[in-house]
């Protein structure tokens, strides 16, 4: 005999909970009101703009929650009436407090981008590409009122190709996140979903990203200088100057070789990208981004452009 369907309530506000919030309302459960952060402010005219999970939702016909603060009585009186019998999370953008993951009868899980304990945080994807991982996933977890500290549920491994970088692995995380949330609901159904405590010797952070560590050290090892350009792709890129201009990388490669200039040296600039050298081996840059300009590949650069081989990135 099939378990009947819960009732679910979603928070999540970003691109990345989409999927999720479609592959739950597919599902053979009801997800009762999905919960978002407020419209924002955004571009030149300062126009309102929906998230796009509250977007996703008003598709789906799904009743949508913007409160201002989480953490009013009125809220959780608010959820309570929907009698949810469980919370699904992923990147809603607050932290959530304890009277709010406890509410339901099961509780509150989190969809994390990450195989936790490592990666804690609010950037778990892009710091994978940053440190050369070989490997991520997703990760199921029962929430407490830590970061990322509550218990393993359900957690999936996927490889991080050498030409990921942070924006390719969103997208195919995003889309895994809503598999896996989904199986993970239909194993807690059968009781089948085991909780494993996090081990906290095993932890890392992935705190927020900043402008400023974009900013290259061409001095460093050119594997590291790689996974730092595609873990910063799209946002907020990796940067160096060349004759006092803002120059952003994208889709590097390691030449292998002996070095015999300075690191940041422009050492050829052909339709096979720009070749700079390191701190040990080359780096071959294949798309840039001038300031005030379009990111483009460096043969379409090359055709208005004419840069100073020879010289050195700062």
């Known amino acids: 005999m099939s378990s009947p369907p819960f009732r679910l309530i979603f928070m999540g506000t970003p691109d990345f909970a989409v999927p999720a919030l479609r592959a ?33 939702a008003a598709e789906l016909g799904i009743p949508v929650l913007q409160p201002a603060s989480i953490r009013t009585a009125s809220f959780l009186d608010e959820i309570r009436e929907l009698r949810p019998d469980l919370i699904v999370v992923a990147a809603y953008g607050k932290i959530l407090p304890g009277s709010l993951l406890r509410l339901p009868p099961l ?7 990450s195989l936790l304990p490592r990666y804690r ?28 500290t509550g218990d393993i549920l359900l957690p999936v491994a996927i490889p991080i190709g050498e030409d990921d970088t942070a924006g390719t692995l ?41 402008k400023e560590m ?22 907020p890129s990796a940067f160096g100057f060349l004759d ?22 422009l050492c050829r600039a052909d339709d096979q ?20 300009k379009k990111r483009m590949d460096v043969r379409s650069l090359l055709c208005g452009a004419e840069l100073p081989v020879g010289e050195r990135f700062t």
């Open 24 to 56: 739950l309302a597919a599902g053979p459960d009801r997800v009762v009101a999905v919960v978002c952060q407020p419209d924002k402010a955004r571009g030149r005219g300062r126009k309102l703009t929906p998230p796009p999970v509250k977007r996703t």
């Open 273 to 292: 990208g720009l070749l700079i050298a390191t701190g040990t081996d080359y780096l071959l840059v294949r798309e840039v981004q001038l300031e005030g």
């Open 107 to 113: 509780g509150t899980i989190n969809i994390h981008g």
């Open 121 to 148: 945080g609010a950037a778990p994807i892009q710091w994978a590409v940053i440190n050369c991982e070989p490997e991520t996933g997703i990760t199921i977890m029962q929430m407490d009122e830590g970061m990322d």
């Open 170 to 210: 969103f997208a195919r995380l995003a889309e895994l996140g809503g598999e896996t949330v989904v199986r993970a609901i239909a194993l807690l159904k059968e009781g089948k979903l085991q909780p494993r405590q996090q081990d906290d010797r095993l932890a890392t952070e992935a705190p927020m990203l900043s």
């Open 214 to 235: 974009g900013h290259i050290d061409w001095s460093r090892d050119a594997r590291k200088i790689h996974c730092l350009i595609r873990g910063l792709d799209p946002w």
């Open 244 to 265: 006092g201009t803002r120059v952003r990388f994208f889709r590097p490669l390691v030449v292998e070789g002996p070095v015999g200039e300075p690191p940041g040296t």
